[in-house]
């Protein structure tokens, strides 16, 4: 079955703390302001780019339907010129490795940040003033 934006959109947004923002007319997935997914919303050459591992990357490119990612190969990204290039199962979890790359080079502050749950807040009642004396 063929991948299309709507099921990316899906899929990108279903992992922890990423967002979505229109650039340049096209959709960008990101982590932390970082992109790990590209996606065109108008016809074009390719209609999709994420970044791989250099193994991937060797593999991925000498697939049909699969080139390196312009302005972004020398990143180790790959573009899928044809919406069948991958299946569906392959490409949800290039997309995941694709999140992972990036969110591995974010500083370590922001990554245990983003890895912590955040606190309950506490529904203790806060304590009375004392009242002040007057001399």
């Known amino acids: 079955m063929r991948a299309d934006i709507d099921w990316v959109r899906d899929l990108c947004l279903s992992f922890p703390h990423a967002t979505e923002q229109v650039t340049w007319g096209t959709l960008t997935f990101r982590i932390s302001g970082k992109i790990f997914v590209v996606t065109v919303l108008e016809p074009a050459k390719v209609w999709l780019s994420f970044k791989c591992s250099a193994e991937n990357f060797a593999e991925l490119t000498e697939r049909a339907g699969i080139i390196p990612a ?43 940040t983003a890895l912590q749950k955040p606190r309950p807040r506490s529904k203790r009642k806060p304590a009375p003033r004392k009242a002040r004396k007057r001399s």
């Open 70 to 112: 312009p302005y972004l190969a020398r990143a180790q990204w790959v573009a899928l010129e044809t919406r069948d290039a991958l299946s569906r199962e392959e490409l949800a979890t290039l997309l995941r490795e694709s999140y992972d790359f990036v969110f591995a080079k974010l500083p370590r502050k922001i990554r245990e």
